[in-house]
């Protein structure tokens, strides 16, 4: 296909947005061991954690030892891989364990930063202020992820204008790199493709830019060649589709990171990820907890 690139990032969020949805407990090992598997797997960003408040996310109140495992086996290359933190308590633990990619985590609504941050929209952006310039300072870089991007589940449709000031604000403060999160899977192609062409209109380099679907509606492959069609090359994927966001009803799995493999796969794009290891590593998991994936790429290598 014409006007396509032909090579693009998957940032794996399968560890961090995938298991911080589950109902049952998942040992630290676990954790660890499919990091490990991800990474060997030739994923070149795997989102660890979160340093979240361990009540609102107990899945992933083990941040610190998961990150203290993983240094056990990977050493310093541990310190690669990003973790969210909402606020200063949180980069506080990040930095203890040296970590150089953190993420802060935004919403484009008013309900959905009360419910997922406990803020207002306005008053996340005072949360947040202070953790990129200190994140910086510290040598780390910063990905601003923005929630809600393309509807809300209290609010319904979302203003694409207001989406860009949020992601404009967060880039002014010194992220790297933003995020624009599909967070309940309801967004469709000509929405991602206008989006993105706001956020360039508004002066936003398209290389700065990462979009991030949920498979909620099957549409995440078709809003990912939008967003190739006008320019993206960076994609949050999760391994073997796990996912859905404790703080949004409604969130399901994140696109898959066979899914998105294969696509690329097909059209010649380079991801330089191996889609047999993932596929592995996802039926691994499967099996750890007892569940099938929802990913239809790893159902039809796996069946
Ligand atoms: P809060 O209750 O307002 O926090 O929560 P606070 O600032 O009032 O502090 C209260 C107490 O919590 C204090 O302790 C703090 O030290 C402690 P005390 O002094 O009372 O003993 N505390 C912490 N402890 C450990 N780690 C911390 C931390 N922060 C405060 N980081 C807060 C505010 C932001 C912390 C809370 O709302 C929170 O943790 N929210 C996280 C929700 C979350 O993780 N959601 C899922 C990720 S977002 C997502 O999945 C979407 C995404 O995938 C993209 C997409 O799909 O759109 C990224
Ligand atoms: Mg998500």
Redesign the pocket.
């Known amino acids: 296909m014409a006007g396509l690139p032909s090579a693009i990032t998957v940032y794996e969020?399968g560890p961090?947005?995938g298991l911080?949805n589950e109902a049952e407990p998942v040992p630290t090992a676990v954790k660890a061991e499919l990091v490990r598997r991800l990474l060997a797997a030739g994923l070149p960003v795997v989102e660890a954690t979160?340093?979240?408040?361990?009540?609102?996310?107990p899945q992933?109140a083990d941040a610190g030892e998961l990150l203290d495992t993983l240094a056990g086996d990977l050493g310093d290359a541990a310190r690669d891989l990003p973790v969210?933190?909402?606020?200063e308590?949180?980069l506080d633990?990040a930095l203890e364990r040296g970590c150089r990619h953190v993420?802060v985590?935004g919403s484009a609504t008013e309900t959905f930063a009360q419910r997922?941050?406990?803020?207002s929209w306005d008053q996340q952006f005072a949360?947040f202020a202070p953790v990129v310039e200190r994140a910086l300072a510290a040598g780390a870089d910063v990905r601003a992820?923005?929630?809600?991007?393309f509807g809300d589940p209290w609010e319904g449709d979302v203003d694409p204008d207001r989406v860009v000031e949020t992601g404009q604000r967060l880039l002014a403060m010194g992220a790297t790199q933003l995020?624009l999160?599909?967070?309940i899977g309801v967004g469709t192609a000509g929405q991602v493709g206008d989006l993105v062409r706001r956020f360039v209109a508004a002066g936003t380099p398209v290389d700065r830019l990462a979009l991030?679907f949920?498979d909620t509606y099957g549409q995440a492959l078709a809003n990912v060649l939008a967003g190739l069609l006008a320019g993206v090359t960076t994609y949050?994927a999760s391994a073997g589709g796990l996912?859905g966001?404790?703080?949004?009803e409604s969130?399901t799995g994140?696109l898959a990171t066979e899914d998105l493999l294969w696509f690329c796969r097909g059209l010649g794009i380079d991801t330089g990820v191996d889609l047999d290891a993932v596929v592995a590593a996802s039926a691994w998991l499967a099996d750890a907890r007892g569940r099938p994936s929802p990913s239809a790429v790893v159902r039809a290598l796996t069946g």
């Open positions: 969020v961090r947005d911080q979160s340093f979240v408040h361990p009540r609102w996310v992933l969210l933190v909402p606020n308590r949180g633990r993420a985590f997922n941050l406990n803020r949360m992820y923005v929630s809600m991007c995020s999160g599909d967070t991030h949920h949050d996912g966001c404790p703080y949004a969130a994140n």
